[in-house]
C-alpha cells in the first residue's frame, strides 16, 4: 500500500518536473515533495510504525525515490540555466571574422568642391588661378577699381574697416588689379576667395560669402568672348541647359556691365524666399573692363582690353543642390553637410 503510494508520488513528480517552465515552478515542487514537512517526509515518518522487515524495505523506496527526485530537479534547473546561457549568447553574439568597420571619412565642403571643380575648368582654357589677402587695401577694393572715396557705388557694398585704413575685402574684385600689377597682359586669371560685406543675414546674403573673380585681358577681346566664358562655365557646373538672362549693371569697373541671373532653381521661378520672389537669382555680374581700370594698372587701354566677372559661388553651390537658405553652408552642422 505505502509502496504504492510512493511510486504515485514520485512519478507525479516527475511529471511535474519536466513539465516545469520556470525556476519557481520547480521550487514549488522541491519544496512540497523534498523540503522539510513535503510528502516524503510524512512518507519517512508513516515508516516508522511498519514492522522491521517492511520498514527496510519501505526505506529503500523512499530514499530510491528521493535520489531519482533530486536528479531529475537538478537536471532539470541545469538545463534551464543552459538555455539562459544560450539566449544570452544569441543576444551577444559576435562575428569575430566580420572586417573593422574603418573610420568614418570625411568630405570635401560643397563650396570647396564647386570652387575645385571651377578651378580645373578655366585652368584647363589657360587661366591662372590666383590667391588674394582677405584684409586689402583701400586703393585695391575701391580706388583702383574706379570706385574713388567720394563714388555713390561705394555704398553698393557696406565694409568691414579696419583699423589703419585697412578692410575686408567686400568682393574678389581687388585680385583683378593684383593679377594686373604682377601678370600685366595678356592676362587670363581667375580668383576665387572669401569675402565680407556689413549687411543683415537673410536665405540669400551672408556677411561671409564666396566669389570667384574672372578676368581676361588681350587684343580685340569683345563681350562674344564674355558670353562664351559665361556658357562654358554654367555648363560645365549644371550639366544641363538653365535658363539665363542677361541685363544692363552698373559697376564702376567694367563698360559695359551686365548681370547674368539664373532662373531660380528652388522654386522653378515660381517665387520663394532665395530669389525674393522674383524668380531669378544674381550670380554672375560682369563685363568689359572700363579703360580707367586698366590704366590705372599700368596697362594701355589703347591697345588691350578685356573682360571681368564676379560670380556668386556660394549662391552657385545653392543652386547646383537646391539649397534653400545660404545660412546652413556655413552653419557647421555635419549633419547637413553629410548630405553632399
Ligand atoms: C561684385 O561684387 C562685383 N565685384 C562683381 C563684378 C566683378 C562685376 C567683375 C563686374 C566685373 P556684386 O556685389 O553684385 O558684384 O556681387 C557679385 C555676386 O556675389 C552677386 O551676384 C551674388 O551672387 C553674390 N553676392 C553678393 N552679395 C552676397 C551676399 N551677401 N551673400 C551671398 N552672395 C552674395
Redesign the pocket.
Same mark, same amino acid.
Given at each position: 500500500m505505502l509502496e504504492q503510494s510512493i511510486q504515485e508520488l514520485e512519478s507525479g513528480s516527475q511529471r511535474r518536473i519536466q513539465s516545469a517552465s520556470s525556476l519557481e515552478e520547480l521550487e514549488a515542487v522541491r519544496v512540497e515533495v523534498l523540503g522539510r514537512k513535503g510528502a516524503l517526509d510524512q512518507f519517512f515518518k508513516q515508516m516508522g510504525k511498519l514492522p522491521p522487515d517492511e520498514r527496510s524495505r519501505a526505506g529503500k523506496i523512499l530514499n530510491s525515490c528521493k535520489q531519482a527526485l533530486e536528479g531529475a530537479l537538478e537536471a532539470r534547473k541545469q538545463a534551464f540555466a543552459d538555455a539562459a546561457l544560450r539566449a544570452k549568447l544569441d543576444r551577444e553574439w559576435l562575428d569575430l571574422t566580420l572586417p573593422a568597420p574603418g573610420p568614418r571619412r570625411g568630405h570635401l565642403h560643397p563650396i570647396t568642391r564647386i570652387q575645385r571643380e571651377l578651378e580645373e575648368l578655366f585652368a584647363s582654357l589657360g587661366f591662372t588661378v590666383l590667391d588674394g589677402p582677405e584684409v586689402e587695401t583701400e586703393w585695391r577694393n575701391f580706388d583702383a577699381l574706379n570706385i574713388p572715396l567720394d563714388h555713390p557705388a561705394r555704398d553698393?557694398?557696406d565694409t568691414f574697416w579696419l583699423d589703419g585704413g585697412n578692410l575686408l575685402r567686400? @568682393?574678389?574684385?581687388p585680385v583683378q588689379v593684383r593679377g594686373m600689377e604682377r601678370l600685366g597682359p595678356p592676362l587670363r586669371m581667375i580668383a576665387p576667395g572669401r569675402v565680407f560685406?556689413n +549687411?543683415s543675414v537673410d536665405a540669400? @546674403? +551672408?556677411?561671409t560669402?564666396y566669389?570667384l573673380?574672372g578676368m581676361m585681358i588681350d587684343r580685340d577681346v569683345s563681350v562674344a568672348h564674355l558670353l562664351y566664358f559665361m556658357k562654358t562655365l554654367l555648363t560645365a557646373i549644371f550639366k544641363r541647359d538653365v535658363t539665363v538672362r542677361l541685363r544692363p549693371g552698373y559697376?564702376p =569697373?567694367?563698360e559695359p556691365?551686365f548681370e547674368l541671373d539664373i532662373k531660380c532653381l528652388i522654386c522653378g521661378g515660381a517665387g520663394c524666399p532665395v530669389c525674393k520672389q522674383g524668380g531669378w537669382v +544674381? $550670380?554672375?555680374?560682369? *563685363?568689359l573692363v572700363n579703360p580707367n581700370v586698366l590704366r590705372m594698372s599700368g596697362i594701355d587701354p589703347e591697345e588691350w582690353n578685356g573682360f571681368? =566677372? *564676379? $560670380?556668386?559661388l556660394?549662391?552657385l553651390v545653392m543652386m547646383r543642390y537646391a539649397i534653400d537658405d545660404?545660412r546652413q553652408l556655413q552653419g557647421g552642422d555635419v549633419r547637413f553637410l553629410e548630405q553632399f
Open positions: 553698393m557694398q567686400t @568682393h574678389t574684385s560685406r +549687411e540669400s @546674403h +551672408e556677411h560669402f566669389q573673380e559697376f =569697373f567694367v556691365g +544674381e $550670380l554672375l555680374p560682369c *563685363g571681368a =566677372f *564676379g $560670380l556668386g556660394t549662391r545660404i
